[in-house]
């Protein structure tokens, strides 16, 4: 049986990913800028990846959040899916 404990401890392992993976991708983004020659002709940077981790952050966060109220209103925990 699902429990609210283990749904959070989920969540939080979810969110504890994608923050890492956020760290991860700035770090990479900053590392490129940094070996980008000053120039005119300097490419854009690519900020795709910095962009979807950023975006699971976001989207993870608010689900916690989300099971947090559902949980303290005491909803049913049994997925509809």
């Known amino acids: ?4 404990k283990n749904l959070m401890n989920a ?3 979810a969110l504890d990913t994608a923050r ?11 590392t490129d800028e940094e070996r980008k ?4 002709n300097r ?5 795709d990846s910095i962009h979807h981790a950023r975006t699971r952050v976001i ?3 608010a689900a ?5 109220r559902v949980i303290e209103e005491g909803a049913s925990l049994s ?3």
């Open 43 to 47: 490419q854009p940077a690519n900020v």
């Open 11 to 13: 969540m939080d392992t």
């Open 20 to 30: 890492a993976e956020y760290r991860n991708a700035v770090l990479a983004l900053a």
């Open 1 to 4: 049986m699902t429990t609210a």
């Open 79 to 81: 997925s509809t899916s």
């Open 64 to 68: 916690r959040e989300e099971l947090a």
């Open 37 to 40: 020659h000053e120039a005119s």
């Open 59 to 61: 989207a993870l966060d």
